[in-house]
């Protein structure tokens, strides 16, 4: 009897585990359309580190000891889809941040001052031989303290080919994706008041050195021996409408019927399919909610939806209740169901 070789069966195992994802992912993408770099966006800073492909189509952000680098949308918009493929830089990247935001923070923060709306993608590099880390958040009226984190990993390796990462942001909803795989939304309510953002704001695209926090809490700094470090973006997407930057006083009204024509969009639908995706992905994927922070937030926030399945997950620091992987931690606490189900048994059995 031939026996099959455990490396075959824990890496069966992991493809298994993440083929529900990778089935969803692999379906028909979203029907969108592509810019060239110089029709949406204008470099940030570090220019000599922004590096255009010959047709315009894709750009290079590259982080070296002199310099990271960063380009911004050339217009400000209210509400829109943003998006765009992006390869993460490979091997050792601790401290190193790429990013895809929206935010009005320095384009319109003259208007805005110390009220700044915010929606982040952040990479976090790592250590050579982790994997890379990201978080979503959201901010509103410029409080850092309301920032609302949350931190995941992934089913794939990020640096080894191109990923579509999106933000749409309209006047009812906020939703991130990975691909075609819808990883957090926030319902707006009455209740989060001024921090649902609102404001106008600009796409912006960073790589830059974050060894002050990215990686164990910033015990490790970026290593520039490894440098440069490189972020590819390709197949950009800006849909939304367009703002004035320079009225003080937007008005609003004008982007009606963009907004009506955004919510109509096969990314602005959460079928019950990609909502199924949404829910696995955070049950596999997510290391790290506010929502599950009682320290940090004692009253729960009102755009805080609490799964009590997913929240038995979760310490009261909001991270992860066990150490290592998604699947030990279920092992874990199905053991423990187990043993507190027979022990229930025990006593009835001894009455």
Known sequence: MSSTPLSFILFYLLISSSSWLLCFS??????????????????????????RSPDGRSVRLLLDVSSGSGFIS???YEHGFFSAKIKLPSDYTAGVVVALYVSFLASNGDVFEKNH?????????????????????????????????????????PSKEFHRYSILWTAKNIIFYVDEVPIREVVRS?????????????????IWDAS??????GKIKVNYDYAPFTADFKELVLEGCPMDPIQEYPD??????????????????????RRSAMRKFR?????????????????????????????????????????GSHKKQAKIAK??????????????TDV
């Open 212 to 217: 002050s926090w990215a990686t164990n809490g």
């Open 117 to 157: 709306d915010e929606l982040d993608i952040e990479f976090l590099g790592n250590v050579e031989g982790k994997p890379w880390r990201f978080q979503t958040n959201l901010y509103g009226n410029g409080s850092t303290s309301r920032g609302r984190e949350e931190r995941y990993r992934l089913w794939f390796d």
């Open 26 to 51: 692999s379906g028909a993408g979203f029907n969108l359309t592509t810019i060239a770099f110089d029709d949406g966006y204008n470099p940030l800073f570090g220019d000599f580190n922004l590096v």
């Open 252 to 273: 609003f009204t004008t982007c009606k019927e963009k907004d009506a024509w955004l919510e109509t969009r096969n990314f602005a639908v959460l079928t019950p399919k």
């Open 190 to 206: 009455d209740e989060m008041g001024g921090d649902y953002p609102t404001k106008p704001m600009s796409i912006y695209a960073t």
């Open 335 to 348: 053991a423990r169901r187990k043993k507190k189900q027979r022990a229930a048994s025990n006593e009835r």
């Open 74 to 76: 050339s217009s400000m």
């Open 283 to 323: 049950q596999h994927y997510m290391y790290y909610s506010c929502c599950y922070d009682v320290w940090r937030y004692p009253v729960k926030l009102p755009d805080c939806v609490i799964d009590p399945i997913e929240k038995a997950r979760f310490n009261e620091t909001g991270r992860l209740r066990f150490s």
